[in-house]
């Protein structure tokens, strides 16, 4: 099996079920289809098209194991007691948002992107989530490049984004940035915002995750 699987939020919760998942993302649930009370209602089929992907396995006397491959890859999403995120809302005719999730658990660490009710999970290491920002972003897609400006109040935004690290009993830090004729500025507080460069927004991001 390699490192990446494509499931759905309905399979998760089984795998979660299976697993004995201390934590679940509330993300992830309100992904489902209807509500996580009405899952015993599609948890054999739910089983059986996990059994089909070689995902999970029964054996004779009915009970139902994980795949080992597949275990590395969840342990972090449900034992992990730190999860960062990267939340960019691109505002046209329709909001679209894009939602990077990255779990930690030891020194696991698993990647986690919905669209169009797929999640898709990839196993990554640290010194990959530089790369996967950079690649978000790349040259020429609004950063500053010149004097750091500063303004008091925004118009014209066509992004949101928010970047969020939460570990559990200790709490959350986030950033929050918005591109403005085409231009990205941080939110520094009290209806102020500040341009910022490419290099400097990655390297913001990355020690917020890596952290």
């Known amino acids: 099996m390699n490192n990446e699987i494509s499931i759905t939020a309905d399979e998760l919760f089984f795998l979660g079920k299976l697993m004995n998942a201390k934590y679940i993302d509330y993300a992830y649930i309100v992904c489902m289809n209807d509500s996580a009370d009405d899952f015993n209602i599609r948890e054999k089929a739910v089983k059986q098209g996990l059994i089909k992907k070689e995902l999970v396995f029964e054996s004779f006397s009915g009970k139902t194991d994980v795949d080992e491959s597949l275990t590395e890859i969840l342990l972090p999403v449900f034992y992990g007691k730190k999860?960062?995120?990267?939340?960019?809302?691109?505002?046209?005719?329709?909001?679209k948002a894009d939602i990077f999730k990255f779990h930690f658990f030891n020194d696991n660490i698993t990647l986690v992107r919905a669209e169009n009710g797929v999640l898709t999970l990839r196993g990554i290491r640290q010194d990959d989530?530089?790369?996967i920002i950079s690649d978000v972003f790349p040259e020429g897609c609004g950063f500053s490049d010149g004097t750091v400006s500063e303004i008091t109040g925004?118009?014209?935004?066509?992004t949101v984004m928010s970047a969020k690290r939460t570990v559990l009993d200790e709490g959350s830090d986030i950033y929050v940035f918005m591109r403005s004729d085409g231009i990205w500025y941080m939110d520094k507080g009290h209806n102020t915002?500040?341009?910022?460069?490419?290099?400097?927004?990655?390297?913001?991001?990355?020690?917020?995750?890596e952290g």
């Open 83 to 95: 999860e960062t995120s990267l939340n960019i809302c691109t505002i046209q005719e329709q909001a």
């Open 129 to 131: 989530i530089k790369n």
């Open 154 to 158: 925004i118009e014209n935004v066509s």
């Open 193 to 209: 915002f500040e341009s910022i460069g490419r290099t400097e927004f990655i390297e913001l991001i990355t020690k917020l995750f």
